[in-house]
């Protein structure tokens, strides 16, 4: 179990000693070629156990853990359990158990679905191919002037909630395109939903067994799904717009065009945890980049130098160093800056 702490051990044992054990139930599992990936709802977080230790996990109904029957000593047995109650798979542990998901609420488990139809996501791989050429004839073919003309006769409340619907949809894609990706690259993906994110809605995909995914192309292609999903319908709405003839389809064409822009926007900030964080994380290969950064940063500026960072090499530091200071400042000026471009495309139109 890479994924476990065994920092606290002695002292869960003597918790744990005589007391009958029970796995908790909001536990996902999903099997896969040589271990099981467990898949917590609440935490919405995952772990990774051997076919021996899964069904020794499995045996936790509340029994006396003498009565279980397994390979395992009983020393082994109850460093099994103390781990398990750490991490948060027992129903009385005692560890810390984070709570990263409260303002998540899952809609969807499309794991199951798509192992049973992974032609699906073949076909949906070419399919976004095609949507990054043919994007590309639609900024030379569409006449701005026109686009902007239709729009100012044509917005009101009644098309606002069209609008609304449209970036629903857009939002719901962009997800989908990163599980059906996702899936095809080999990871896990539990859950699609909505969460609350600087009190505004929006959706999201969890993604588990990253690590499965063989290759950096996988991993970079899998985070640039939701953009790819967005610019296929963008190409949609793009040639619709162009060989329509009615100005009402015209005007329906380019809401579907800018509800489908938000969120490709609202993922190229790598300084958030979002596609462009992953794609960057990936391609520096350091995990946890944000966290790190700041934490060396800080560490820097404390001049209190550790030895794990001592063991980095010099661009490493410079590029921690680098993000910390533009996270940092990102945090303080993106909100302002988002705002004041909001309000610009409003005073042009």
């Not at 702490?5 to 044992?13: A, F, I, N, P, Q």
């Not at 984070?98 to 998540?104: L, Q």
């Not at 929006?202 to 799904?225: P, Q, R």
């Not at 940063?297 to 590029?319: A, G, M, P, R, S």
Request: proline share 2%; with cysteine.
């Amino acid at each position: 179990m890479t994924t476990c702490d065994y920092g606290e051990r002695v002292m869960l044992y003597d918790l744990i000693i005589g007391v009958n054990m029970r796995r908790v139930d909001n536990i996902q599992v999903f099997r896969r070629n040589h271990y099981y990936l467990l898949f917590d709802k609440k935490s919405k977080k995952s772990f990774t156990l051997g076919e021996k230790e899964y069904v020794f996990w499995e045996s936790l109904d509340g029994r006396d853990v003498n009565e279980i029957k397994s390979s395992y000593s009983d020393y082994e047995k109850r460093e099994l359990m103390s781990v398990f109650n750490k991490i948060g798979l027992l129903n009385n542990h005692t560890g810390h158990r984070k709570i990263e998901g409260r303002y998540k609420k899952a809609i969807w488990c499309p794991e199951f679905f798509l192992d049973k139809n992974i032609w699906i996501t073949k076909i949906y791989w070419w399919i976004m191919i095609v949507g990054f050429v043919a994007i590309i004839p639609i900024f030379f073919l569409c006449d701005y002037n026109q686009m902007r003309r239709i729009i100012t006769e044509y917005v009101s409340v009644k098309t606002g909630v069209v609008g609304v619907v449209f970036v629903i949809i857009a939002l719901s894609f962009h997800e989908l395109s990163h599980a059906l990706i996702a899936k095809k690259s080999g990871a896990v993906v539990p859950e699609i939903g909505i969460m609350i994110n600087f009190i505004l809605p929006c959706a999201y995909t969890t993604v588990c067994d990253y690590g499965n995914i063989k290759t950096l192309e996988k991993k970079i292609w899998v985070a640039l799904a939701g953009i790819g999903g967005n610019i296929l319908l963008i190409a949609v709405g793009g040639y619709i717009f162009l060989f329509a003839n009615n100005e009402n389809i015209k005007f329906f064409c380019i809401e579907f065009i800018f509800a489908n822009i938000i969120p490709i926007f609202g993922n190229i900030n790598f300084f958030y945890r979002d596609d462009a964080y992953v794609i960057i994380e990936s391609l520096l290969g350091i995990r946890g980049l944000k966290e790190r950064a700041k934490k060396y940063l800080i560490t820097n500026l404390k001049n209190c130098k550790t030895q794990k960072y001592k063991d980095e090499n010099y661009l490493t530091k410079l590029v921690l160093i680098i993000y910390a200071v533009g996270a940092y400042i990102n945090e303080l000026l993106f909100p302002f800056i988002i705002l004041f471009l909001l309000l610009s495309t409003y005073v042009r139109i």
